[in-house]
């Protein structure tokens, strides 16, 4: 990608940022002058914490530890962050001096690398031992570096809940901001939807997820969404989308990323005012136009990443014909048509889903893609239906959406050949929809953000 297409911060309009799908961010002017973070070396407090809610769902109870538990949704938020301060040199042997080969991706905020801490005292070890962690590493020359970084420590570090990545610590050293994240050994939710071709002969490509996967995964970032939103300040996350779910071992879902996220309206207001910022093709249509953010705007970001799962296309992308660069605009139409619908779903699922269950996840989507957000549902009841719709795909017979038994595919079927999505040019595969690879070493570990 040419370097132009690279801005840390962009405007709405730059061309390469709707093809890329990168932030939306006001620049700001003295970033580094206007935030005091804290620092991390010894005899130093943390971070200031933000006025989010100390408290979880209506009428929990105040547990004894200082912390406030929100019960039914299985997460806690306590009152300050509970964090390992991390010295600079500590990370620094954790990852071996930053090398080269323990880059798990890179984003706008720096690059992310592997390291080895121990269990216990959570001290470097060598490679390979005790437990692998994810290092966040600020690049100076970030403009949206150091507020971001005071705004996950002050959230992440106080957010628990089993679809939250945990942030297990911090370092603030001179210019040196660092945040430590446990591991998530399968990488982003983006890079099992969009990257599954092989980059090169003879290297292997990730395996589609099937379509009971592609649920469970649902599930679980609605449900770290849900907890969000159930808190005493209604958190609102601000930049869900694909890269930005990451996937543990088992394939848990647990959100990351907590840069942008913003204490949701009080006082009997219905929304906050703010920067426009966030990922193009993923922000709530009415915040763009106005910069008012609702709690139901992050429903609108979830709505588009479950029409990514169900299509395994991307939200924008300009390799595909004009008219279909943004899935959205594109799409709405299709999901409320049964037989047009059946055409829509990713190909690469070779009619291995349920009928029944791909037409609620439809209606589902639709809804949380209204135009005004007091017609989309709350992230609690799109937990349910998802957890119907699951439901629904362990019945024995898995059918089409037309009906027919869902017979073996041919092998140009498997291939992903032979198939074309409603709107397709005659003769072009339908892999050609998950949009072009990213080059090698980028973006497969987006703990970050990852545009």
Known sequence: MADACRPHVVSRLHPCAVAMAKRVMAVPTTAHATVNPGTAMPGRPLPSAPTTSTAGTTGTKRPANGSSEASSLDGRILEVPNLRVFTFAELRAATRNFKADTVLGEGGFGRVYKGWVDERTMSPARNGAGMPVAVKKLNPESLQGVQEWQTEVNFLGRLSHPNLVRLLGYCWEEKELLLVYEYMAKGSLENHLFRSEPRSKGTAGVQP???????????????????????????????????????????????????????????????????????????????????????????????????????????????????????????????????????????????????????RAAQLTLRCLAADHKNRPSMREVVAVLEEIESMSRAPATTRLDGSASPRPAAAARNGQGRQRPGSSSGSSSMDWAGPAPASGRGTHPSPRAG
């Open 209 to 359: 997820l099937p379509w009971s996967l592609r649920l469970r995964i649902a599930i679980g970032a609605a449900r770290g969404l849900a907890f969000l939103h159930s808190s005493e300040k209604h958190v609102i996350y601000r930049d869900f989308k694909a890269s930005n779910i990451l996937l543990d071992t088992h394939f848990n879902a647990k959100l990351s990323d907590f840069g942008l996220a913003k204490d949701g309206p009080a006082g009997g207001s219905s929304h906050v005012t703010t920067r426009v910022m966030g990922t193009y093709g993923y922000a709530a249509p009415e915040y763009v136009a106005t910069g008012h953010l609702y709690v139901k705007s992050d429903v609108y970001g979830f709505g588009v990443v479950l029409l990514e799962m169900v299509t395994g296309m991307r939200a924008l992308d300009t390799d595909r014909p004009a008219a279909q660069h943004n899935l959205v605009d594109w799409a709405k139409p299709f999901l409320a048509d049964r037989k047009k619908l059946a055409r829509l779903v990713d190909p690469r699922l070779e009619g291995q889903y349920s009928s029944r269950g791909a037409q």
